[in-house]
């Protein structure tokens, strides 16, 4: 298989796009929808299997090392044989609870996994630096790789050239599909005149509608891109993946939307968050049991996110608390006491693990949003104090040391 290259973009960018996301298993790619996929890093039918972090440390050093779909192949065959992750099997779909048959790893599917997730971080890296050049290089171009592999539909796109921040881009971005070669390239005013090339009229904006039957809705997708793709990997960044991660969890079944949040806690996108990075995706921490949410006035199941600036805040301050730490907060939201504090604060605190926590989960002012603005550990005399601020929501503590 040919090494798979970006041309002139910089690895780092797509490293960091990769590295951002949080690990979450799925049965179905159906099960993720377009920017869900940017937020987080999934292989279908990877549910009930402890594979995730093999395939996610091959991908992220052939990133990082330009290793070849070959190699990347070579290394993950005996550790996915080993851990039973190979050929057909009968396996529990999560969704449905029913045994069927499905096709787990294969040269062929580990080849896809290869294209699929470095060409999306190649373009979610390539928009990041189209958005700090696009003053002196203000258009793109759409290329298709020119042969007769190419989709009607793409090579109908061929030489399309808009401006960066014309919405088409948004859609239409490539990769457009699975298996998908195309390009954009991005080009001065002076380089299009170079070319003998003008601003198109942009591509037709038909569309179709097509049934997602795991989810069973009715999504509508533009002509010419597969189901699911019709999104730009770099145009949804930071806070705006944590709101996509938080809706998509926020809609599973409570004891799978539990099982999502720990899985990610112990995943490498969390490792990423508490370093400090900027570019970090919010990371789920917990789900607020109804009997929070309904004494402040929600209805629906919520999560509780960490934000990038609260997790460095969090390092500066408590550096004792790891993001292996955070497991707790589900914990004390769960069983231990809880008051609200301030306007749109609600405070727990808790023994877990002969340990006395205190976990701040707060509002934001739309009610659209909660965060985790302080995990620490606390003492007895911590304890007493917060009994005595005020009445508490629940006074159920799960015990002593």
Not at 149 to 154: A, G, L
Not at 290 to 304: F, S
């Amino acid at each position: 298989m040919a090494r798979v290259s970006l041309e002139t973009v910089p690895p780092e960018e797509a490293i960091r796009f990769f590295r951002a996301k949080h690990d979450l298993r799925s049965f179905d790619w159906r099960d993720l929808w377009q920017a869900e996929h940017a937020a987080a890093f999934t292989v279908a039918k990877s549910a009930g299997f402890d594979i995730l972090g093999d395939i996610r440390e091959s991908l992220d050093q052939a990133l990082a090392e330009g290793a070849t779909g070959q190699a990347f192949k070579k290394r993950l065959k005996p550790l996915l044989q080993a851990k039973g992750w190979w050929g057909r099997r009968e396996v529990v779909d999560p969704l449905t609870g029913q045994v069927v048959e499905a096709t787990l790893g294969t040269p062929r599917r580990l080849q896809t996994i290869y294209r699929t997730n470095l060409r999306t971080a190649y373009a979610a890296g390539q928009w990041e630096r189209i958005q700090r050049v696009k003053g002196g290089m203000p258009y793109l171009a759409y290329y298709t790789a020119g042969d007769e592999r190419v989709r009607d539909e793409h090579r109908r796109w061929h030489g399309t050239v808009l401006p960066v921040d014309h919405p088409w881009w948004q859609t239409h971005f490539p990769p457009n599909d699975w298996g998908c070669r195309c390009k954009a390239v991005q080009l001065s005013r002076r380089q299009l005149e170079q070319r003998g090339l003008e601003v198109s009229e942009e591509p037709s904006s038909a569309t179709r509608s097509w049934r997602n039957k795991r989810t069973g809705k009715v999504e509508t997708v533009p002509e010419g891109v597969g189901p699911g793709w019709a999104y730009n990997p770099g145009a949804v960044r930071g806070a705006q993946l944590g709101r996509v991660l938080a809706d998509k969890i926020g809609a599973m079944p409570e004891p799978m939307a539990r099982a999502a949040v720990q899985d990610m806690l112990g995943g490498s996108g969390a490792r990423y968050l508490m370093a400090g990075k900027p570019d970090a995706v919010p990371l789920p921490v917990t789900v607020l049991p109804p009997v929070i949410e309904r004494a402040l006035g929600g209805e629906t199941l919520q999560l509780a996110m960490l934000s990038a600036a609260t997790a460095a805040r969090q390092v500066s301050r408590h550096g004792d608390v790891g993001v292996e730490d955070y497991a707790v907060v589900q914990q004390l939201v769960d069983r231990g006491r809880a008051r609200v504090e301030g306007s749109r604060h609600v405070g727990f605190m808790g023994w877990v693990a002969g340990q006395l926590w205190k976990a701040v989960v707060k509002w934001t002012a739309d009610g659209r949003e909660r965060h985790v603005t302080t995990l620490r550990r606390a003492t007895p005399r911590n304890l007493r104090a917060f009994e005595r601020r005020g009445e508490l929501l629940r006074d159920e503590a799960p015990g002593g040391p």
